[in-house]
């Protein structure tokens, strides 16, 4: 079972900021969060991850708080190819785990 | 393009079938993934392999389902005596061990 809870559903203008939360509130110390997403009819795409530091890279930052109970990425400026369904993933450091889907937030970028 | 290449896209059959789709990985990546997603659901694991190995199975992959990985590098996956429950996208991924994992495009499957 997925080990976070997203909001189902975002709306975000054209060129402003997205923000998409993830609460993660019970990730052990080994546990990194990766974002994936998923445009419609594709198969997901990776985006970031991170341990306890904010990342950033070309697509987004992650910004994990402090106890590292919840996440936050960031699309700086979305546009309306950023649509599609963001998954918040908590993934363990080592070992031989697979990526466990929840059923994400969906962020539609209108016009 | 050297990602995570998929065959066939699509694939419609009818129900009592057998269906098998084949995944490509990037080439030097020895984990292989296969998940299953429907319409609304997040993809769900079904299994993944390192090297030949097939290392976890899901409780989702009936009896009727088996996957390969004969040498290391493409995989099959078959799908007998198909079901209507069947009908789902079919997505591989692969890593290099533990790293960040690439998705194919999926093979979306019809069972009518």
């Known amino acids: 079972d997925a080990k976070t809870t997203q909001p189902p559903s975002m709306d975000c203008a054209e060129g402003r900021a997205a923000n998409l939360p993830c609460n993660h509130s019970?990730?052990?110390?080994?546990?990194?969060v990766y974002w994936y997403r998923q445009i419609h009819s594709q198969g997901p795409q990776y985006i970031i991850h991170?341990?306890?530091n904010n990342e950033t890279n070309e697509m987004a930052s992650l910004i994990i708080t402090e106890d590292r109970k919840s996440s936050t990425l960031i699309l700086p400026h979305a546009t309306l190819r950023d649509t599609a369904v963001y998954y918040c993933?908590?993934?363990?450091?080592?070992?031989?785990?697979?990526?466990?889907f929840g059923k994400g937030t969906r962020l539609s970028v209108i016009a | 393009d050297t990602g995570v290449s998929q065959d066939p896209r699509h694939k419609i059959t009818k129900r009592g079938q057998n269906v098998t789709f084949r995944c490509d990985p990037i080439?030097?990546?020895?984990?292989l993934y296969w998940y299953r997603q429907t319409l609304g659901q997040g993809p769900e694991f079904l299994t993944y392999?390192?090297?030949?190995?097939?290392?976890?199975k899901s409780r989702l992959l009936s009896d009727r389902f088996s996957a390969e990985r004969p040498k290391g590098s493409f995989s099959t996956l078959e799908i007998q005596r198909t079901e209507q429950g069947d009908s789902a996208m079919y997505l591989c991924?692969?890593?290099?061990?533990?790293?960040?994992?690439?998705f194919g495009q999926g093979t979306r499957l019809t069972v009518v």
């Open positions: 392999f390192q090297n030949e190995a097939q290392l976890e």
């Open positions: 991170g341990l306890k």
């Open positions: 993933i908590v993934r363990s450091r080592g070992g031989n785990t697979p990526l466990v």
């Open positions: 019970t990730i052990s110390g080994n546990e990194y």
């Open positions: 991924a692969s890593s290099l061990e533990q790293s960040r994992a690439f």
């Open positions: 080439s030097e990546h020895n984990r």
